[in-house]
């Protein structure tokens, strides 16, 4: 049987290796089901990606089906904590600020992303949740990590339904 990361890639496509690239196939899989594509994959203190998502908001209608939280979910069920301390979260798109307090909330390590979100970002834009007072966790950020393949994914998902 095969496993289910190598179902997800049929027709002979080669699993991602990169934590990013995986993302990135999470991203391409949120827009084949209509979702904004963005993708998210949890890596553990070994470098072992343990859990990935893409967004999941229209189907089924859920206004939290952000990858971000779905990934973070995922990876606490799998470890038995909701704490994450020795995890990096790399998603595809700077979070937004619900997504940016669940992360704060997660103590995840170190937040990798891709585009940046000037309209709906909530780290570098926005809220800038990580730097309030109220804050009580702060990741390491990395921004701009496959910058452009992670913003066309998003252009040509918008220019499509426009």
Known sequence: MDSPAASAYPGGMSEPTTPMAIALQEARRAAEAGEVPVGAAVVDAGGRVIARAHNRVEAPPDPTGHAEILALRDAARILGTPRLVDCDLVVTLEPCAMCAQAIAHARIRRLVFGAYDPKGGGVEHGARVFAQPTCH??????????????????????AARR
Request: cysteine-free.
């Open 137 to 158: 966790h702060r990741p390491e950020v990395v921004g701009g990590v496959q910058e452009r393949e992670a913003a066309a994914l998003l252009k040509s998902f918008f």
